[in-house]
């Protein structure tokens, strides 16, 4: 199993790649000073998380949803059940979860506190309706919303490409050195910053509304290849 780690200051984020029938991409926050953890979008193997973070000694206090989507979620209620772990996802997010346990709203901006680790909140919708990427030190864990060279779609319920343009504008004034991190691993390598996918995601470069649209919705159709490398302005203008 691939996996990768990194080591901050208050936190240790963990991440598990490939799991699943989507292949998923699940990421550990392990909060030093309170020896406990949140799990982000936990999906297709709950006991191997569970497992995973007992042996470490810690506790699973939370789960921080992105999206609502099945490949997300589908571990939820079974680690909920198994842990009493406190669901959180974003506000607009909550009327689409298929879960049966309570969840905890948050909102834009709002702040998460594990331990001694804040969590800041960032409503990205587009990809879904209530669709939020989370925040930490250097580190931007962004679900479906962006993919390295690469971003979800706007195909399923609670979808719009408008918003989704809106939330990549948003995500433009991210810090170049913060690292992005991806529910899946679709693009031709994992590990990426928010400045290199600034210069070379298509999401990202496109800087007008319209040929934002244009872009995701030729896709959809089938008449873009989708791009698991970097583009320019020049060769995404001759895409369009
Ligand atoms: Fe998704």
Known sequence: MLEKKYTEKTFTLEILYHIGDYENSIHFVFDHASKTCAIVDPAWEADLFIQRINDKGYKLTDIWLTHWHYDH????????EKTGAKITAGINEISYLQIEHEVQKVNNNDMLHLGKTSIKVINTPGHTKGGVCYLLDRHLIAGDTLFVYGAGNCSLPGAN????YHSMQKLKQINDDVMLHCGHDYGSKIETTMGKQKQGNAWLVID???????????MSQGLITYPTDPLNKTEIQAML
Do not use: C, G, M, S
């Open 73 to 80: 979620t589908n571990a939820v209620d079974e680690i909920v």
């Open 161 to 164: 490409v408008v918003e989704f």
């Open 208 to 218: 007008t509304q319209d040929d934002f649209v244009k872009f995701v919705n030729d």
